[in-house]
């Protein structure tokens, strides 16, 4: 029992079970705004262009007894495209920002990495060089 305790408690204090436990948190808050975003601006938007015609839960084809509600399924399509959509654009502008921070460092590393050149005959010193070993001409500090 000690055994597999131990083996318990080396698996949950592991790093990657963690940040899975900090990724489904996330998530869930994640989702929650998605699905406020979707509910509470899209849809009326798009009821406001569409005339109010974005709610197909009332759609029902009766059978017998019961019914089908191939409007619920539909308007369940749609909140998921909806849905789609809004995590698309949201991981396409995170994408952008995350592509212009890394241009951002390779053009400062670029910027660090350019070799101090003499002014006279453009050969590559030293940076704490007073004088230039190939032309031999003092240098500015």
Do not use: W
Not at 35 to 52: A, F, H, Q
């Amino acid at each position: 029992m000690k055994k597999i305790f131990g083996e318990f408690k080396d698996f949950i204090s592991r790093g990657n079970v963690m940040d899975m436990a900090v990724g489904v948190i996330i998530g869930g808050a994640f989702t929650a705004i998605v699905n406020s975003l979707v509910s509470d601006l899209l849809n009326p938007i798009l009821g406001l262009i569409t005339g109010g015609m974005m709610d197909f839960s009332d759609l029902t084809i009766p059978l017998g007894g019961t019914s089908i509600n191939y409007g619920a399924f539909l308007t369940s399509v749609i909140n998921f495209l909806l849905v789609a959509l809004v995590i698309f654009g949201i991981t396409k502008m995170l994408n952008s920002l995350h592509r212009k921070k890394e241009r951002q460092e390779e053009q400062e590393e670029a910027q660090e990495k350019q070799p101090r050149l003499c002014p006279y005959c453009r050969s590559e010193i030293a940076e704490d060089a007073t004088r230039c070993p190939h032309c031999t001409s003092q240098l500015d500090a």
